[in-house]
T-cell receptor, first 111, second 114 residues
Framework: GENVEQHPSTLSVQEGDSAVIKCTYS??????FPWYKQELGKRPQLIID?????GEKKDQRIAVTLNKTAKHFSLHITETQPEDSAVYFC??????????FGSGTRLSIRP | DTGVSQDPRHKITKRGQNVTFRCDPI?????LYWYRQTLGQGPEFLTY????????KSRLLSDRFSAERPKGSFSTLEIQRTEQGDSAMYLC????????????FGPGTRLTVL
């Protein structure tokens, strides 16, 4: 069945350093890969997304890469700041249907 | 507030009772999704609608769960004979399919079954 695996489950980095979260997906039909940030007690918020016809996308300190052949995609956050602390979810979807979420990465930024 | 809204925000019920949640989508968003999120996990897909048509249901959605979107606008999710394992955050998300795949989430309804 459809599955998205996410690693690591927890990540602690020094403020100013980079953070990388990696995901793999199983459904070859997946063509849309959003990343969501969820702060404690709040709703998931889209921070960046990438489509299958693009290998990389960047938005200020956040970048995502996609390797369709290997079914891998990653989130990179550079120059991390305290407000980046949250749970991050990768996800995969095909043709505007349901989103399959990973299990989440709890990112902590050490001052 | 023009975002997705959900009501109630919190619900505490006793095992065996029925509960109903409501989701109001962003205006003109024709796709509406229900997810369930338990502590420490990502949201799990339950079901989705395009306008009033229910297009897919997860096998997670037992026969105690039913969802409707009668006029293609707001949606309701009902859980009958609640069990302690139903305790979770129930999230609604909507999208305007023609423009983007992006799903906008509501604040969720936190259900606690005692």
């Amino acid at each position: 069945g459809e599955n998205v695996e996410q690693h690591p489950s927890t990540l602690s980095v020094q403020e100013g350093d980079s953070a990388v979260i990696k995901c793999t997906y199983s459904d070859s039909a997946s063509n849309y890969f959003p990343w969501y940030k969820q702060e404690l007690g709040k709703r998931p918020q889209l921070i960046i997304d990438i489509r299958s016809n693009v290998g990389e996308k960047k938005d200020q300190r956040i970048a995502v890469t996609l390797n369709k052949t290997a079914k891998h995609f990653s989130l990179h956050i550079t120059e991390t700041q305290p407000e980046d602390s949250a749970v991050y979810f990768c996800a995969a979807s095909s043709s505007a249907s349901k989103i399959i979420f990973g299990s989440g990465t709890r990112l902590s930024i050490r001052p | 507030d023009t975002g997705v809204s959900q009501d109630p925000r919190h619900k505490i019920t006793k095992r065996g009772q029925n509960v109903t949640f409501r989701c109001d989508p962003i205006s003109e968003h024709n796709r509406l999704y229900w997810y369930r999120q338990t502590l420490g996990q990502g949201p799990e897909f339950l079901t989705y609608f395009q306008n009033e048509a229910q297009l897919e249901k997860s096998r997670l959605l037992s026969d105690r769960f039913s969802a409707e979107r009668p006029k293609g606008s707001f949606s309701t999710l009902e859980i009958q004979r609640t069990e302690q394992g139903d305790s979770a955050m129930y999230l609604c998300a909507t999208t305007e399919r023609q423009l983007t795949n992006e799903q906008f989430f509501g604040p969720g309804t936190r259900l606690t079954v005692l």
